[in-house]
């Protein structure tokens, strides 16, 4: 049964509590930023948490502990405490970080992902090589898993300065923003779609992504008129890409042309994007453009041109099919007869 499932990292040092925000939300006053992600993103689902913890990492923050004469809460007691109805477990991990650690890291993150799970994957306290064998891993269970990403999130701590100066502050003046990294981690996915358009003429992935940015963003109480705009620009975009794609590959040979029109319209009314989780993918709309950059004001032309374009791309069949048809519109304009007279 698919979960939402909270991942992090646990390290060896000597929290300090504070306020976590998120979107205008404040969490419980707390030393651990997992209680607080599991507070703030949880929303009405019940969520299972998975630490990731070394030897030393466990012995420090695991269970309570006394600090400078006072008893300071492990973070096993501040979830019993914050969110009592979580299911915590512990895996611990080696600390090494050579290739073979890493590699038993991957497989200890990928063992702990079922099949269908969303994930929210905390990076706060990771460490070396950890984010990247976490992006890695998120990558590889969307793919084998069917997972899908709830949120890539991190505790930005060092926002309230050094650890001597933290310790001045009140407990008001402790707020600590949780930044939401998705966005970032999404751009891999656009990479894949646009490869493998670029690759095959397929614009599928491109329009699949699009559609569920849309309807995530549509659904965000929270999302800018301006977000909103720009993402419906992006949408139209994709499903044209798509329309475009399949007119080659159904060798509607009459609607070609009118489709890369359609296409670079919308290709225009997206690259001049302010939204900032559009602006990343402008350099990739660069390369969708490549892909129609041959086709032009000739008819002939633009018929061998898509020809060429299903060679380049494994469509034989419809390569020979659009030549045979490509023959007879030239027949017919060189004797201005009607290229759509079935009887001509």
Known sequence: MARNVLLSFLGRNDYEYCFYTYRGQRSSYTRFVQTAIYELFRNEEPMDVIIFATKEAKESNWNDKVREGQQVKGIQTAFQQIAPEATVKLVEIESGQDESANWKLFDSIIAEIGEGDTIYFDITHSFRSIPFVALIVLNYARLVKKATIGALAYGWFEKLGRPNEVKQLSPEQRLVPIVDLTN???????????????R???ASLIKELTARENRKVFCDANASPLLKREVEKLNKLAKQLDRTGNSIRTCRSLQVEEEVEKFRYQLEQVRHSQAEAIKPLVPILDEMEKKYSNFGGNTIINGWEVARWCVDNGLIQ???????ENVVTAICRAFQLEVTNVEI
């Open 200 to 202: 095959t003429g397929d």
């Open 318 to 324: 419809s390569a020979l099919t659009m030549l045979s």
């Open 184 to 198: 970032m981690a999404q751009l891999l996915d656009w990479t894949n779609g646009v490869d493998q358009f670029l």
